[in-house]
């Protein structure tokens, strides 16, 4: 694959090389940390063991005592029993092979468990020895000379602040680790955010917008990645799509056109001679014609919604809004139009108005076509002898119609199909109801045009509402 995505490419290998660039980090300094602190805490002791040649053997060991630490006084072929014993003989041989020796250190634990850190320094005849020694010890050069050795004096002192103390640098550097991480975290999340999530966010909200019948959108690609090839091959799927629907729409259109002329005059000539103009009819025969006039009735309902939707789908629905008194201009033409249907079927119509004539700023023309689909449907689906409901009211944001109607209503779970194209409620009492689809896929497309909402509530078997909310003002 010629471009590797984004995430193996770049995201997962910063986060990785951040993560073990944090961790190296880490380790280095609690490491570092601890070996200064247990150098210092050596040299320490080392000094002090040096020095302490130099001071009274009283007063080295009262120093040592005020610092938690204990002073040794060896001499040879007299160790002191104990843990430390060994290391005090095997450090008196190592000074008398080798006068170059300094000190030398060791740990042990003691009686009681704790780590202690011993050094001893070797202890050599010094003129300057004579000057303390002379009175308790006037022997002291007899048979030795001057630089032999003598003993090791040395400091012990227990490891426990030393190990405390690098705990607690180890839980520092633990916790800028913490930090360390939660900004590799916070970067690698934004970049996650930015270059792969929000893409694939907006282009998921396409998919959803076109499956809710929604208007085709083009994303702009922004990078040249696999995420942008997707963005790239959507597009071209969008635009396939918009050319294929806008030549079935114009086909749609044409045929529809076609159609309703020669239905209009069949169905003006039924009626000529239903009603006698060209003479006396049989029963029979003016039944054939009222059946006649019937179908010709449902084509050309259907003619009239599939031109709405080819018109909808084509882009032709030029939204020109106006103020227009609703009741009067949209409310009562979309009844005169379905009046006939519904004193067929034995209906009552009820109407629900607020005190006074509701205006709002509408294209009229269109809210009708939205009116007449709701109405052809309260009728189509509603109980014979029902009762149909029209109410316009106003709201804080806006105006609301609604149409409702007795009958079987629809379920809860078949509510997402209303407001698709071509998609129909698939319950056994309403599939034998003759319908397309279409009628409140183009109402929620022009509704939508205005910027506002439908919305479609049902207790089965009872009834069922249809309403649009059109806020006001108009969005621009």
């Known amino acids: 694959m010629r471009h590797l995505n984004l995430t193996s490419r770049f995201l997962l290998p910063l986060a990785a090389a951040l993560a073990l660039v944090t961790a190296a980090l ?10 200064a602190a247990e150098k210092a805490f050596l040299e320490h002791l080392t000094s002090l063991a040096v020095t302490s040649r130099a001071m009274s053997h009283d007063a080295a060991a009262a120093y040592c005592r005020s610092r938690n630490m204990v002073f040794h006084r060896v001499l040879p072929g007299r160790t002191a029993p104990g843990p430390q014993a060994a290391f005090e003989r095997a450090a008196l041989r190592a000074f008398e092979q080798d006068p170059a ?14 780590p202690q850190l011993y050094v001893l320094a070797p202890a050599r005849l010094q003129r300057a020895c004579a000057g303390c020694h002379g009175a308790t010890a006037p022997d002291l050069f007899k048979g030795r000379g001057e630089g032999d050795l003598v003993g090791a004096f040395g400091v012990s002192m227990a490891m426990t602040d030393l190990r405390q103390g690098v705990a607690g640098l180890r839980l520092r550097a633990g916790l800028i680790g913490l930090a360390v991480f939660g900004a ?16 694939l966010a907006e282009l998921s909200e396409s998919i959803a917008r076109m499956a809710r019948g929604g208007p085709d959108s083009l994303i702009t690609v922004q990078s040249h990645d696999e995420i942008g090839q997707l963005e790239e091959t959507y597009n071209h799927m969008v635009e396939r799509l918009h050319e294929a629907n806008h030549s079935y729409m114009e086909m749609l259109a044409f045929v529809s056109h076609e159609l309703k002329n020669p239905i209009a005059s069949m169905i003006t000539d039924a009626r000529v001679l239903a009603d006698g103009y060209l003479g006396p009819v049989a029963p029979a025969q003016a039944q054939k014609l009222v059946r006649i006039m019937g179908h010709g009735s449902y084509l050309l309902d259907l003619i009239r919604g599939y031109l709405d939707l080819a018109r909808a789908e084509g882009g032709d629905l030029a939204l ?8 009067e201009e949209v409310v009562e033409p979309a009844v005169e139009l379905i009046l006939p249907q519904l004193e067929a079927r034995g209906m009552t119509l009820e109407r629900l108005d607020p005190d006074g004539p509701v205006t709002a700023r509408c294209d ?26 029209i109410r316009v009211e106003r709201g804080a944001g806006g105006v ?3 149409v409702w109607n007795e009958g079987p209503g629809f379920p809860a779970e078949e509510r997402s199909r209303l407001f698709r194209r071509f998609s129909r409620i698939r319950t056994p009492e309403l599939l034998e109801r003759k319908g397309t689809g279409v009628g409140l896929y183009t109402s929620w497309r022009i509704v939508s045009l205005h910027g506002g909402t439908m919305d479609a509530r049902s207790v089965q078997g009872e009834w069922a509402e249809f309403s649009l909310d059109l806020p006001q003002p108009l969005p621009q």
């Open 26 to 35: 880490i380790l280095d300094v609690s490491s570092a940390g601890a070996r």
């Open 101 to 114: 020796l300094v000190s030398l250190a060791d740990r042990y634990r003691d009686p009681a468990g704790t």
């Open 184 to 199: 590799v975290g916070l970067i690698v999340t934004y970049l996650l955010h930015r270059c792969i999530l929000r893409p």
């Open 320 to 327: 020109r809004p106006r103020p227009a008194a609703l009741q």
């Open 364 to 389: 009229p023309d269109l809210l009708r076509i939205v009116l007449v689909n709701l109405l052809g449907n309260a009728v189509k689906y509603g109980r014979d002898e029902g009762l149909v409901r």
């Open 400 to 402: 609301r119609i609604a």
